[in-house]
C-alpha cells in the first residue's frame, strides 16, 4: 500500500504533523480521508508548522486506532482502514465523512439548533461509540461535537484519539477544548480520572445538542455561568437562560448527574447507559 493507490482530490485541513487529504482509493473506488503524520515531527511532539510543542501523543494515538480496529470496530467511532509509512510519514487511511464535524452540521440547521429528534439520535450514537472506546480501555480527553465526524447516512463517529490514555492512567495535563474540559481536568493541579472527565464532556455534548448553546468558555469561577451553576446549580441556570423547553425534565436529571463539578460523585458511564432518560433513547 503506497500513496500510487490513490489520488488526492484535495487537502480538507492542516494537522499538527502533517495534511489530513481526501483522496480515491482507486482499488475500492470511493472516497477515503488519509492522516500524514511527520515521523520526526510527531516523535518529537513537534508541530510540522512553527515547531510548537503539543502533548498530542502521535505513537499512542496509532495504538489506540489499531486496538479499536482489532475489537471488530463500532459504527460510531471512526475506525482505522489502513496505514502505511512512505517518505517518513505515517499515512492513516480511515472512511470519509461527507457531513463533516457535528458542530458544523449544527451550525448549517435552522437557527442552528437540532430537532430534539436530532439531538437525540446524535447523543445515544456518541453515547455507543463512547461506550466502545471504554470497553476497549482508553478514554478520549477530547471529546466534543468538533471531534465527531457525521457520514452521508447521517451516523456519528467519534474521532481524533490523539489525547487519549489508558482508563488505569492518572494524568494531570490540561487538555481538551475549553467548552468542553472537566473542572478538575482545568484545575490542573492534581491527576484526575480521565474516564470521568469523559462524562463530564459527554454532558457537555448533550447540552449543546439539545441547546445550541454552550454552557461556559472555561468551567472556572471567573467564567459567570460556570460561577451561576456552581452557585446555584444546573437546574436554574436552564431556567435563567430561558431554555426549559429544549430540556426535557429526564434530560435535565442526567445532565446533573453528568456535570457534577465533584468527579467523585459525578455518575459513571453505566449509569448514563441506565438512567430513564438514555434508555427511552433506544
Not at 17 to 22: F, R, V
Not at 67 to 92: A, K, Q, S, W
Not at 209 to 219: D, H, I, M, S, W
Request: charged fraction near 25%.
Amino acid at each position: 500500500m503506497t500513496m500510487d493507490d490513490y489520488v488526492v482530490d484535495s487537502v480538507l485541513a492542516p494537522a499538527l504533523y502533517g495534511d489530513i487529504l481526501l483522496c480515491s482509493d482507486l482499488r475500492a473506488k470511493e472516497q477515503v480521508v488519509i492522516k500524514k503524520m511527520d515521523q520526526r515531527a510527531a516523535a518529537s511532539h513537534r508541530t510540522l508548522v512553527r515547531s510548537r510543542h503539543v502533548l498530542e501523543n502521535a505513537h499512542f494515538e496509532k495504538h489506540v486506532n489499531q486496538v479499536l480496529r482489532h475489537e471488530g470496530g463500532h459504527r460510531n467511532v471512526l475506525i482505522l482502514r489502513d496505514e502505511f509509512v512512505e517518505d517518513g510519514y505515517d499515512h492513516f487511511v480511515f472512511d470519509y465523512c461527507s457531513q463533516g464535524a457535528l458542530f458544523d452540521v449544527m451550525e448549517s440547521v435552522p437557527a442552528k439548533t437540532f430537532t430534539r429528534h436530532e439531538a437525540e439520535t446524535y447523543f445515544a450514537q456518541v453515547l455507543a461509540g463512547l461506550k466502545f472506546i471504554h470497553a476497549a480501555g482508553f478514554a478520549h480527553r477530547d471529546l466534543s461535537l468538533e471531534n465527531i465526524l457525521v457520514d452521508k447516512d447521517n451516523v456519528a463517529k467519534i474521532c481524533d484519539f490523539g489525547l487519549a490514555v489508558d482508563i488505569n492512567a492518572r494524568p494531570n495535563e490540561r487538555v481538551g477544548k475549553p467548552y468542553y474540559i472537566a473542572p478538575e481536568v482545568f484545575d490542573n493541579i492534581a491527576p484526575y480520572d480521565p474516564v470521568k472527565a469523559d462524562i463530564w464532556s459527554l454532558g457537555v455534548v448533550l447540552f449543546l445538542l439539545l441547546t445550541g448553546v454552550p454552557l461556559f468558555n472555561v468551567p472556572s469561577k471567573l467564567d459567570e455561568s460556570y460561577a451561576y451553576m456552581k452557585r446555584h446549580g444546573l437546574r436554574r441556570l436552564i431556567y435563567v437562560w430561558d431554555l426549559d423547553d429544549f430540556v426535557p425534565e429526564e434530560a435535565r436529571d442526567l445532565l446533573e448527574k453528568m456535570l457534577c463539578i465533584n468527579p467523585a460523585k459525578r455518575c459513571t458511564l453505566q449509569d448514563v447507559l441506565q438512567h430513564p432518560y438514555v434508555l427511552k433513547l433506544r
